[in-house]
């Protein structure tokens, strides 16, 4: 039940501390990573030289967080591919290869397709799931269920968040395993990730903001999205948010493109929200994001940046900020989604749209 909330979207959102944490329970135990779900494909994990991450939709983009975060701490070369896409392509898999799939529902129909694919050419098989008996977990070698609870609103939010907890999860753990990370950055890590439903949580406070926004865009016709390094997903993210709930044409760029075409198409007035890395993980990534905004602002665009707290660079370029909490690089896009998440939702219902129910849109897409 909506328990009080105008919709299950907006009960979902404010549930996202809570999927992170009970995602973790259990799991970060004495500075180790404890994952007994793995121990059905232990064997392969230990001899795995390449991993291959499928899925669809938002799930799709929590793999390309997971992809970052297994090359960067667990030294795996990792691929994210679209479900539909790859078992039409003859792959290239091994008895090295571990695929990890990933799906709410675990019943979408391309990813599961691609699961016995997978399975088939004897590659192993690993899911990362939401619902408890859901055929892709069954039909995987291992299954890993994140515990956000059930998500009812076509739009996935609240599931997104676990999804890339669970995945930074494995990728620590294979990285503890590998010997390719210090304890003591190990340490950091967990400590981080402990810590991101606190910080969430006032993420959610300024939601009232964000409101303010999305009302003042209920007549906007195309909004862009740009992000760059771990910033990217989520603006891949706010763009099929925006789309599926709003109907309004949006795309998300990975910032460094931006002059390799889409920079054209800003025109005086085009919404563009950027997520901004973080000026303390690459100072030059942080520079070349603002130096980005201040191309388009020059163009004319309408700039929000979402960006982290006591970051002023951004001050004199963007119209709105958007702050999340500082939370060490690579979790500050779990404290980046939400607000995008929130404008989506908030200008579907300025816009008098059903949040929960966007039209032509099934919860799970059990054909292919
Ligand atoms: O149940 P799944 O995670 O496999 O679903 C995958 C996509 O269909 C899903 O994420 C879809 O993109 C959502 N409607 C996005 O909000």
Not at 124 to 138: E, F
Not at 227 to 233: A, D, F, I, K, L
Not at 296 to 318: C, K, N, T
Request: hydrophobic share 45%; glycine share 8%; charged share 20%.
């Amino acid at each position: 039940e909506k328990g009080g909330w105008s919709s299950f979207m907006a009960k979902e959102i404010s549930e996202e501390p809570d999927a992170i944490a009970n995602t973790l329970l259990g799991r970060v135990v004495d500075g180790d990573v404890v994952l007994p779900e793995l121990d059905p494909i232990q064997a392969a994990l230990d001899d795995v030289d390449r991993i291959i991450i499928v899925a669809c939709g938002t799930a799709a983009y929590s793999g390309i967080l997971g992809k970052y975060a297994l090359e960067k701490w667990a030294g795996v070369p990792t691929e994210v591919e679209l479900s539909h896409e790859f078992r039409y392509r003859d792959p290239v898999l091994t008895s090295r290869t571990l695929v990890i799939s990933i799906s709410q529902s675990g019943e979408t129909m391309d990813t599961l397709m691609a699961v016995k694919y997978a399975g088939e050419r004897g590659a192993n098989t690993l899911s990362i799931c939401n619902t408890q008996g859901a055929t892709i977990a069954r039909e995987s070698d291992a299954a890993l269920f994140t515990h956000a609870g059930p998500e009812v609103a076509v739009a996935s939010t609240k599931a997104f968040v676990a999804q890339v907890t669970a995945l930074y999860l494995v990728a620590l753990k294979l990285g503890i395993a590998r010997g390719t990370l210090e304890p003591g950055v190990v340490a950091g890590h967990l400590e981080q990730l402990l810590a991101l439903p606190g910080k969430l949580s006032q993420v959610l406070e300024t939601g009232s903001q964000i409101r303010e926004l999305a009302r003042g865009m209920s007549d906007t016709r195309s909004v862009l999205f740009l992000g760059r390094n771990v910033g990217y997903p989520i603006a891949l993210e706010g763009a099929l948010k925006l789309k599926e709930l709003a109907y309004i044409h949006a795309e998300g760029f990975a910032a460094g493109e931006l002059k390799h075409g889409p920079i054209a198409l800003i025109e005086p007035g085009q919404r563009v929200f950027v997520v901004v890395p973080s000026p303390r993980d690459s100072d030059s990534l942080h520079r070349k994001v603002v130096s980005n905004i201040q191309e388009i602002r020059a163009r004319g665009a309408f700039v929000i940046a979402i960006a982290e707290e006591g970051d002023v660079a951004v001050l004199p370029y963007a119209d709105d900020v958007l702050r999340i909490p500082l939370a060490g690089p690579m979790f500050e896009p779990l404290l980046a989604v939400a607000p995008l998440q929130i404008f989506a939702m908030e200008l579907a219902a300025a816009k008098g749209l059903d949040v929960d129910q966007p039209r032509n849109l099934a919860k799970s897409v059990t054909v292919e």
